[in-house]
């Protein structure tokens, strides 16, 4: 952290919060002996896989059906981002610090890994989840790291899987939740423990033959999160997964699937960061989310992976399948995103909105700076009656970085009363970067009332000059614009992320004026 | 020409290559084009730009009568009332107008163009290349008097006829062309425009395609743009088994204008594709479009709009707007309105909408006393307005109005 001077009746905490901000904070590496299988990707890495997770038979062979459908795959062309061949025999493929895969209590996790989460502002401590909303504390990450508060202070709950490299180390507040009979486990204990339920759902939203980094990822995939909402229970705090990349040349593939029964709501976030490398590190997850009737999802990402240095050396490729399918009546997806980070981002969570009258959104802000690329946005396949959706999508683009909004809007012959708002702006900053706008619409019901409007432009010179008037640097005049223009996007996040992600707006754009 | 060319070729390509393997001379280029042709095949669906319209399926199935001789007069256009310079192009066969040339103009029967290189990567633009024997090409100078010229592309029962036109507008010129794509019966017709409008200069085209229902067809254009010189394109399809017309205009040097109409009106399992590009390559440059697509029956409506902004193009102007109409349960409409911006001084939107005929302004009109066919035909009339106010020669935009009111009639 730099030193700050400050000015007075400026709380000090806002001064640090905001100066470690200014550059990507979470490049540290953590120095855990960690067991690996040799480098490469064949059958046997992904028997290995399975081996050391203790998998029944029946996974083994699912993931070898998709092995070996991959292996007759090609990776995809179409996104705009250009990065140069990747070669899957170089890396490695899972990864698990040597101790062994999860720890019975907390107090068992390495004080190393504890170390990093706690750098990284993740609550594992359950004494120190405790968040108190309306605090002094600058940051939400400041807030966590901060004493433990009061425990019924009107403070919010968040429960954490901690996922580092391939395994999780740590999952909070399990009984807590298992009272509320909501199941909330990393993916390997939930094999374990609720073999049945994750036989039913895995892969019957994103099937293992769906896309050459799926395909990869059903293979491989090490860990992620298992969270399972029973009848009528809103979930009582909020879940969350923290991703985190260390080890060198390792991959990260990992499996999120939640299921909210009939009437069920759980509101999910998900962080993520990586280590600073020269080299590009993969991580391809895969996400299945399942809405049955009159249930409710609200997925919310930070998405943080190193970028790359600001030649874009090194950063994280991002090539992610993240899919909802509304199955019952009334269903609602809600999945709102904010992506800074990553030197490719190639990510388009989609909403199958089968179920009468269900209703899909998806609120995103995509930010790239330097030489980022960024191809993203979202598929609405309405197959109910009364389907509703909407999409906003808010592109940043700066220094010499692309970024792309693809998206699809699919009305089927059978859906009738289809509604669809799509607004797509996007923002140039400087005169070396791209902003592109890709949007498909099939519509095959007359009674489909489907809208798109899509604006790029610049920062405003009239708004830009009045806010350096008023006395504001050429910076923050920029960060505040631009926190106004991804504002309806914003406000859509519950609000432990909603700080970090207005601070991250800022942040990703240092640098790139003037 | 060796069998390895095509991997796994339909019967379609197994005719074409003999009829390429046939031809009296083909040039290098020719020959490159071909084999270009042959790595690429015809697009099918999963070659993005062609997700909707699929030559490769719609290719396969064609089964032409071969019975290019059994067509008979061919009837006056219905654009003879403009007086227009016809020529025409008859299953691939050029015929040039008779009598006395115009002044200030020039045309004739010339060599094809060898390549275009930034169309390296279409397969029809390739076999084009290869398969066309004599182009049609025509100059048109400062001071030519204001009569439109007409080329009416007849297809009748040819299984593929390739032919390509060649057009120069001088300095400061104005020309009008009027583009008809006609004939019965079924076959494949691909013609490919290569155009360029010179500063100052002032272009109109009108293409209208009124096939019968089982042609394919496929037209591209290409046009080059220079300094304040204007494009200005009208479409009105009434679609066929597959037809897709392609414009791809390059806006070169500063206050260059492109002004891109279209509008679709399908019945039965028709089909129809507008598809462009426009690259803005300088700065102050103007785009203007407007696609209204109606569909009924089982019609498919497909509209692919891309605006290209490159790092130069600074305080370019564009808007696309694509609206869809669907007056039927089992007909269909795709839009992809596509910006690529590489600037960040600009000014680009884009809107699309969908939907089907106003329920509110239905009842309205037939609350005044209109039945329900008349109602409805006022309100696509009104809805394909924007398109027809782009026309602005009376006399076309009559014709323009008298179609669209023929085809309402079924409605």
Not at chain 1, 8 to 31: Q, R
Not at chain 1, 255 to 271: D, K
Not at chain 1, 289 to 299: G, Q, R, S
Not at chain 2, 193 to 198: I, L, S
Request: proline residues 4%; aromatic residues 8%.
């Amino acid at each position: 952290m730099v030193e700050a001077t400050y000015k007075e009746g400026i709380d000090k905490a806002t001064v640090a919060a905001t100066a470690s901000l200014e550059t990507y904070k979470y490049g540290f590496t953590t120095d855990v002996q960690s067991a690996k299988p040799p480098k490469g990707l064949n059958e046997d890495t992904v028997r290995y896989i399975s081996a050391k997770k203790e998998e029944p038979d029946w996974l083994l062979e699912w993931r070898l059906v998709a092995f070996r459908r991959w292996l007759t795959m090609e990776e995809p062309t179409w996104a705009m981002v250009d990065y140069p061949q990747i070669d899957y025999q170089d890396a490695y493929y899972y990864s698990e610090p040597a101790s062994g895969a999860k720890y019975e209590s907390i107090d068992d996790v390495p004080p190393e890994i504890l170390a990093d989460f706690e750098k990284l502002g993740i609550p594992l401590r359950e004494a120190e989840v405790l968040l108190g909303v309306e605090g002094a504390a600058a940051s939400a990450a400041e807030a966590r790291m901060g004493e433990a508060s009061n425990a019924d202070g009107g403070g919010r709950k968040v429960a954490v899987d901690a996922v580092f490299d391939s395994v999780s180390v740590a999952t909070t507040f399990k009984n807590e939740l298992a009272k509320a009979g909501v199941i909330f486990l990393s993916f390997s204990e939930a094999v374990r423990e609720h073999p049945d339920l994750v036989r039913k759902y895995l892969g019957t939203v994103v099937p293992t033959s769906d896309n050459f980094f799926a395909t990869l990822n059903s293979a491989v995939f090490s860990d992620g999160t298992f969270v399972y909402v029973p009848e009528g229970v809103k979930c009582p705090m909020e879940l969350s997964t923290y991703f985190r990349i260390n080890e060198a040349n390792t991959g990260q593939f990992e499996r999120t699937l939640i299921i909210v029964a009939p009437g069920a709501y759980v509101s999910y976030l998900e962080g993520c960061t990586a280590p600073m490398r020269d080299e590009n590190q993969l991580h391809a997850a895969v996400v299945e989310l399942i809405i049955e009737d009159d249930a409710e999802i609200k997925y919310s990402t930070v998405q943080n992976w190193y970028p790359g240095d600001k030649d874009g050396k090194g950063g994280i490729y991002n090539f992610v399948t993240k899919r909802a399918d509304c199955r019952g009546v009334n269903a609602k997806v809600s999945w709102t995103q904010v992506e800074t980070g990553s030197a490719i981002t190639w990510k388009y969570p989609s909403c199958i909105l089968r179920g009468d009258n269900s209703q899909g959104e998806f609120y995103s802000i995509a930010i790239t700076n330097n030489h980022q690329q960024a191809d993203t946005g979202t598929k609405m396949i309405h197959l109910g009656k009364n389907t509703r959706s909407r999409i906003i999508s808010k592109g940043i683009s700066a220094g010499k970085s692309n970024s792309t909004y693809r998206g699809l809007v699919s009305v089927h012959r059978k859906a009738d009363n289809v509604r669809n708002f799509t607004q797509c702006d996007s923002l140039l900053i400087g005169n070396e970067c791209g902003a592109h706008t890709i949007p498909y619409v099939e519509a095959k019901n007359p009674s489909a009332i489907l809208e798109h409007e899509a604006t790029t432009s610049r920062l405003s010179e009239d708004q830009l000059f009045y806010c350096r008037q008023r006395g504001l640097s050429e910076e923050d005049a920029v960060a505040l614009l631009v926190n106004g223009f991804c504002k309806d996007v914003l406000q859509k996040l519950p609000m432990e992320f909603a700080v970090e992600a207005q601070k991250l707006v800022s942040v990703s754009l240092e640098g790139s004026v003037g | 020409m060796s069998e390895a060319l095509f991997n796994n070729p339909t019967p379609f390509e197994v005719d074409l290559q003999a009829a390429f393997a046939g031809r009296a001379k083909a040039t290098g280029a020719q020959a490159a084009a071909f084999e270009r042709f042959a790595k690429l095949g015809f697009p099918n669906r999963r070659i993005e730009g062609w997700k909707w319209s699929d030559f490769h399926g719609a290719l396969r199935k064609l089964t032409p009568a071969n019975d290019a001789e059994a067509q008979g007069d061919i009837a006056p256009s219905e654009f003879a009332a403009l007086n227009p310079l016809e020529f025409r192009i008859i299953n691939g066969q050029i015929e040039l107008p008779q009598g006395e040339l115009p002044d200030g103009l020039r045309y004739g029967v010339v060599e094809p163009v060898a390549t275009i290189p930034e169309l390296e990567r279409h397969a029809i633009v390739n076999l084009n290349i290869a398969m066309t024997g004599k182009a049609l090409g025509i100059e048109v100078g400062e001071n030519t008097p204001d009569r439109p010229i007409l080329i009416r592309h007849i297809n009748t029962n040819a299984a593929f006829a390739f032919t390509q036109t060649m057009m120069r507008v001088s300095a400061n010129a104005r020309a009008r062309l009027i583009e008809t794509y006609e004939g019965e019966g079924s076959g494949f017709y691909s013609h490919l425009f290569h155009m360029v409008v010179r500063d100052g200069a002032q272009f109109h085209r009108t293409v209208v395609h009124q096939t019968g229902a089982d042609q394919i067809v496929n037209a591209v254009c290409a046009a080059k743009i220079d300094a304040d010189a204007a494009f200005n394109q009208t479409s009105l399809s009434t679609g066929s088994r597959l037809s897709r017309h392609e414009t791809i205009v390059h806006l070169w040097a500063q206050g260059g204008s492109a002004e891109i109409n279209s509008a679709a009106l399908l019945c039965d399992d028709r089909h129809a594709d507008f598809t462009t590009h426009v690259v803005h390559k300088a700065p102050h440059c103007r785009t203007r479009q407007i696609h209204k697509g109606v569909a009924r029956d089982r019609a498919r409506n497909v509209f692919q709009g891309k605006f290209e902004v490159e790092r130069e193009a600074q305080k370019t102007d564009a808007k696309m707007t694509a609206n869809a109409l669907l007056l039927s349960d089992t007909a269909e409409a795709n839009h992809k309105p596509e910006l690529e911006i590489y600037a960040d001084d600009v000014e680009c939107a884009h809107g699309s909408t969908c939907g089907a005929l106003d329920a509110d302004a239905l009842f309205y009109l037939r609350q005044r006393g209109l039945n329900e066919a008349a109602a409805r035909a006022l309100l696509v009339e009104a809805f394909l307005g924007e398109v027809l106010d782009g026309v602005d020669d009376e006399r076309l935009g009559d014709i323009f109005r008298n179609k669209i009111a023929d085809w309402l009639v079924y409605e």
